[in-house]
């Protein structure tokens, strides 16, 4: 790996990225430092307390890895579209009994000060931000704490801010990867630029050094965006299946289904726009789906666990980036390993 990563000491510049909602856990981001790269620990969702489980669980195996935390940046939903929504999916909680007219609007920050407060007091190697950009003073908090700060980025405006905030380098992330968009504007849906493409736009709005995210899948692939100027590949799907992987089971079965065609962008899970495996629910709901994040990632989340624990794929959120054909079953450094390959 070249310049900034180098302290690290991750000579595999193919990294495992952070995968919040349980298939990026401790297991994962072990297996990708044993393979010599890095892997990212995904503190969305979880209570700071939960985190700190998760690092100890880390730090007992290796001391290479990074933390990725959903930075503040909430677009407060219309109550009324939320009500709405609401009312038009309650007939699949029914089944499950359900009552989703009645869960609570909720706003959280998933616990954002709290895990500033345990970072900075308790630094790791690496922390990375994505959905919205942390002030500078943050940024230097982390910086002086002796961590290396990174920007989730989906556009070369996005690199613009990030830079000026001051974080060493960007994940330059493509609407083809799986799961939510970083996106500073979640209110609309990311533009489809080709990932060797958005590398070189980005390029020309900030001289950070960019690693690159968002459909690879295959060594060719890796090699491309090296060729564009990235320092590292930050892959999540083609991990998905792998024995480290936490995914569920209904999300892992999905993903190998040959029925399972294509992906698409979608807010109808959670108001944030996300990469997902098409199926009933999207069909049925994307097009009524309000924006607002995190509230509709909380007004649907009982009808996701309920269906994840029935083994029902079409009510769950199944993330995947375009190359979700190419995620197999195996361990999770053989196929870091071989995405590097061609280098
Ligand atoms: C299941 C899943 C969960 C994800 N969770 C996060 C997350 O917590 N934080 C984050 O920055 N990115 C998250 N992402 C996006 C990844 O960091 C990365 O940008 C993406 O996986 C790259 O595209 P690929 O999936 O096509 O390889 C997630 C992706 C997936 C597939």
């Known amino acids: ?69 959903f930075a503040p940046n909430p677009v407060p939903v219309d109550t009324d579209e939320l009500a709405a929504y609401a009312a ?11 009552d989703l007219t009645a869960v609570p609007v909720t706003e959280d920050d998933d616990d954002w000060d709290r895990k500033v407060e345990l970072l900075t007091g308790d630094p790791v190697p690496l922390v990375s931000f994505t959905f919205g950009i942390p002030d500078s003073a943050t940024v230097q908090r982390f910086r002086r704490a002796g961590s290396l700060t990174v920007q989730t980025v989906t556009d070369a405006a996005e690199a613009r801010a990030a830079t000026e905030a001051g974080v060493d380098a960007l994940v330059v992330q493509a609407a083809s990867a799986g799961g939510h968009s970083g996106t500073l504007t979640p209110d609309r849906l990311p533009a489809d630029f080709a990932l060797p493409e958005l590398l070189a736009s980005v390029r020309s709005a900030s001289a950070l050094p960019l690693l690159a995210a968002g459909g690879i899948a295959t060594p060719d692939a890796v090699r491309d965006v090296f060729a564009a100027g990235a320092v590292a590949a930050v892959v999540g799907t083609v991990l998905l299946r792998s024995e480290e992987s936490g995914a569920s089971p209904p999300h892992r079965a999905a993903l190998a289904d040959p029925a399972r065609r294509e992906t698409v962008l979608t807010r109808a899970f959670t108001g944030r726009p996300a990469r997902a495996l098409r199926n009933r629910f999207v069909e049925e709901y994307d097009a009524i789906a309000p924006a607002g994040y995190p509230a509709v990632h909380h007004l649907t989340g009982p ?23 190419q995620a197999t079953r195996e361990p999770a450094g053989d196929i870091l390993r071989r995405l590097a390959s061609g280098l």
Do not use: C
């Open 303 to 325: 009808l996701r666990k309920a269906a994840t624990a029935a083994g029902d794929p079409e009510l769950v959120h199944l993330w995947a980036g375009t190359g979700f054909r």
């Open 1 to 69: 790996m070249t310049g900034v990563l180098d302290g690290l000491g991750a000579g595999l510049p193919v990294l495992a990225a952070p995968m919040a909602g349980g298939a990026g856990g401790p297991e994962l981001v072990r297996a990708a430092a044993q393979a010599g790269g890095l892997g990212f620990l995904a503190a969305g969702y979880k209570t700071a307390e939960a985190l700190a489980a998760q690092i100890r669980e880390v730090r007992a195996t290796t001391s290479r890895f990074g933390v990725n935390l």
């Open 88 to 98: 038009a999916i309650q007939g699949e909680g029914t089944p499950y009994g359900l």
